[in-house]
């Protein structure tokens, strides 16, 4: 079993940077792809980015590319989402998400195939 812990969360003017992290318990942690996926009020859960297991994979929501970054630590079992150029648009809560498939390589962009999940933190963008 994989425990997922968001921080980094807050309030921030549109244009600033903002670095969540998922600590992850668990032995096998590893060994899963893993993802950042967003909620907006009165929208569905959405994918933000993903990673493989070894970081060779990285693919990102278009509405992201060239302003957010994902990355791992696997000595810390931590996920990061660096996120620059914030907009007010990125307004949601941001939830850290694991698959329990060893290696995959595929990471998938609907919340539905994810197994593991944090309990989210809060971004909000001002204007």
């Known amino acids: 079993q994989v425990q997922l812990v968001e921080s980094g969360g807050g309030l921030v003017q549109a244009g600033g940077s903002l670095r969540l992290s998922c600590a992850a318990s668990g032995r096998t942690f590893s060994t899963y792809a893993m993802g950042w996926l967003r909620q907006a009020p009165g929208k569905e859960r959405a994918f933000v980015a993903g990673i493989t297991w070894n970081g060779g994979r990285t693919p990102y929501a278009d509405s992201v590319k060239g302003r957010f970054t994902i990355s791992r630590d696997t000595a810390k079992n931590t996920v990061y989402l660096q996120m620059n150029s914030l907009k007010p648009e990125d307004t949601a809560v941001y939830y850290c998400?694991?698959?329990?498939?060893?290696?995959?390589?595929?990471?998938?962009?609907?919340?539905?195939?994810?197994?593991?999940w944090g309990q989210g933190t809060q971004v909000t963008v001002s204007s």
């Open positions: 998400a694991g698959l329990r498939r060893p290696y995959a390589i595929v990471i998938p962009t609907a919340y539905t195939e994810y197994d593991y």
